[in-house]
C-alpha cells in the first residue's frame, strides 16, 4: 500500500483516480436522474379529475400533436410530456384531451441514445488500445532490462 493515499498500490495514479471519479460521477447523475424522473412521474400521475378515457374505451379522434405555447401554460395535460391527442370516449360520447408520447420524438431520442453509445463505445475502445500498448511498452523495456543485465 502507499503511505500517501492507502489505497492499493496504483490506485493513486491520476488515470485511475480520474477514471473512478468519471465513473462514480456518471452513476451519481443517473441515480439523480432517475429519481427526479420518478418525482415527475408520481407527481402526474395523479389525477386531477377523472377522466373518461381512464374509465373507458376511448377512440383517437386527432393525432398526437405538440401543445402550442398558450396550451402548455395553460393545461394541464399538456405538463406531462408536452404532446396531446383528442380522445372520445365511447360510452359517455365525450371529447378529451389526453396526455401522449410523441413516437418522432421517441425515435430521436433513441438515436441520440444510440449515437452516444456508439461514441463511448469507440472512446472506451481507444482507451484499452492505448493502456493495452502502455502495458506492451513496459512488459518489452523489463524484458530488455533483464536481457541487458544477463
Known sequence: MDSECRLPVGCCRPRALALHALFWGLVSLRVFGASLLSEEKTAASRPVVSACWMMEDFVVTSECSRCTPFQSRSW??????????KVNCTKSSRDEFKSCRSAVTEEHLFWKFE????ALTVLFALLVVARQRSLDRLASEKVRRQIESI
Not at 76 to 85: L, Q, S
Not at 115 to 118: E, T
Request: charge should be negative; hydrophobic fraction near 65%; proline fraction near 7%.
Open 115 to 118: 449515437a452516444a453509445m456508439l
Open 76 to 85: 394541464a395535460v399538456c405538463a406531462p410530456t408536452g404532446f396531446i391527442e
